[in-house]
């Protein structure tokens, strides 16, 4: 069984950083690929970032592309999201998520979920 706990959310304004983490449970991780998504109050939940069990390749959605980084650490069983020059748009629950194999847009291919931390960015 694989268990992800995200940390690191909070309350920011309007251009500063957040940084997400997300400890990942299971002697398997350098197996899985993993992705942070997002869901803010009336919507969908939705990718913001991906990265290959490799490490090798990454993944954003163009809303997020060039002010968030997602990194992993294989030896710490850890995935992070550094979020910078955040807008209030950004103002979400963001959840990490972990599927076995290639990395995936979709909310649907992901067998492991964490339990979410909330971001908000105040104008």
């Known amino acids: 069984q694989v268990q992800l706990v995200e940390s690191g959310g909070g309350l920011v304004q309007a251009g500063g950083s957040l940084r997400l983490s997300c400890a990942v449970s299971g002697r398997t991780f350098n197996s899985y690929s993993m992705g942070w998504f997002r869901q803010a109050p009336g919507k969908e939940r939705e990718f913001v970032a991906g990265?290959?069990?490799?490490?090798?390749?990454?993944y954003y959605a163009d809303s997020v592309k060039g002010r968030f980084t997602i990194s992993r650490d294989n030896a710490k069983n850890t995935v992070s999201l550094q979020m910078n020059s955040l807008k209030p748009e950004d103002t979400a629950v963001y959840y990490c998520a972990a599927r076995g194999g290639w990395m995936s847009r979709q909310t649907s291919e992901y067998q492991y979920w964490g339990q979410g931390t909330q971001v908000t960015v105040s104008s």
């Open positions: 990265i290959y069990w490799n490490g090798v390749s990454t």
